[in-house]
């Protein structure tokens, strides 16, 4: 095993963390408490390449492996989740799905604006009883001689207003279950399309979080995705990229969060000298390194057999749900080895605490990567 970086790995490494100190770092916490969208800082984003990272340049991407989109996400989380959740909707979701399984009028038309920024990409699975079980989807889509009637609602959407195009996931014929699910490219606009109002959310509260209602919507058919009955499969390979996203994204917080820790530890004092120089934080910081180090390996081996065509969805699944768990212990010690000013906004670890917390529940809740992995475990 090579545990060494490319040259071009730690090129995409050094220009992530650039831009996350440049671009991002101003204004975050100013953003965090508006609940602004960082609408500037996501257009740079694709002018530089980042929201299109894996797709082939073909269609305007990058080409790049997802070890290349891990590290980038990893530097982009540590400073604001608010911007990496975007990037990696727009990437692993959407582009992800559209490259793989869409049709070549489909990628021309959607996937060659996508990769490059020019708009952004939303994925549409959530629905009020219907989150992580797909299989309970009530947005329907009928087909009416030339084209389907789209009616339903989804929530918990990310990009929910800003994105151009939705992939909305709704059943074609509820009497076939799981097999009667099928996926459809909507776009922004459309008649009976209707944007609900943004969720106020404890963390990533710059993220554009909305519900969308769909009432008699026509969509073409073309815009379908693959045949009749194929959303299921379609929602569920996509998912097990998005959890390497999610996962380099709690990965990114917990090691924003320790990176903060650890040069704080050197610079408050306490009883004559630096707190880094008690046991009590020399401990926390010892668990903090080894629970990012282990979480970083989990992230980056579910990219490493995602490049290599093996099968990821096992790995997937333990890299959210560790990478995740680490995000809220190492958040959670960062403000307490900051003591009080952890506590308050300048500081930014308690953001990134409460940033930390919706790594555990989106992409599935940490149950459902259990479920997943042990249905793996038990094969």
């Known amino acids: 095993m090579n545990f060494q970086l490319t040259e071009e790995h730690l090129a995409v490494q050094e220009a992530a963390r650039e831009f996350a100190q440049s671009e991002l770092l101003p204004g975050v916490i100013d953003r965090d408490s508006e609940a602004k969208f960082p609408h500037e800082q996501i257009k740079k984003m694709g002018d530089l390449g980042f929201l299109g990272m894996m797709v082939d340049p073909k269609y305007n991407g ?26 990696s909707v727009n990437n692993s ?23 490059t920024g020019e708009i952004l990409g939303a ?41 151009s195009v939705y992939l909305v996931i709704a059943q074609t014929d509820a009497s076939k279950g799981h097999k009667g699910i099928s996926v459809f490219l909507v776009e922004k606009g459309w008649e009976g399309f209707v944007i609900g109002k943004k969720e106020d959310k404890l963390g990533i509260r710059g993220s554009d979080t909305h519900s969308l209602m769909f009432t008699d919507v ?4 073309e815009n379908r995705i693959g045949e009749e009955g194929f959303g299921f499969t379609f929602a569920m390979e996509t998912l097990n990229g998005g ?35 008690h046991q009590a934080i020399q401990f926390k910081l010892a ?10 390996l989990l992230v980056y081996k579910a990219a490493w057999l ?29 403000v307490q080895v900051h003591g009080g000013y952890g506590y308050v906004k300048e500081y930014h670890v308690e953001r990134l605490m409460r940033d930390a917390k919706i790594t555990q529940i989106y992409e599935g809740t940490s149950e459902i990567q259990r479920i997943v992995i042990s249905r793996g475990i038990l094969k």
Not at 133 to 157: C, F, M, P
Request: aromatic residues 8%; hydrophobic residues 40%; negative net charge.
């Open 93 to 115: 979701l959407v582009c992800w799905g559209l490259e793989k399984y869409g049709s070549e009028e489909q990628k021309q038309k959607y996937l060659t604006r996508l990769a």
């Open 306 to 334: 995602k490049d290599q065509g093996e099968d990821y969805a096992h790995a997937s699944a333990m890299a959210k749900l560790y990478a995740s768990e680490v995000a809220m212990n190492v958040t959670v010690e960062a």
């Open 218 to 221: 026509k969509v073409p058919a």
């Open 123 to 163: 994925f549409c699975l959530s629905e009020p009883e219907a989150g992580s079980d797909a299989t309970s989807q009530r947005t329907s889509a009928e087909w009416n001689g030339d084209h389907y009637v789209l009616n339903g609602t989804k929530n918990w959407i990310t990009n929910g207003s800003t994105a």
């Open 287 to 296: 668990d903090m390194a080894t629970q990012i180090e282990a979480a970083r």
């Open 243 to 277: 959890r390497i996203g999610i996962a380099a994204q709690a990965l990114g917080i917990a090691s924003g969060a320790y990176e903060l820790a650890l040069a704080y530890s050197k610079e408050r004092k306490a009883f004559g000298k630096p707190i880094s120089q």
């Open 62 to 87: 990058g080409g790049m492996d997802t070890i290349s989109y891990v590290i980038a996400m990893e530097e982009l989380s540590k400073i604001d989740a608010s911007a990496s959740v975007s990037m």
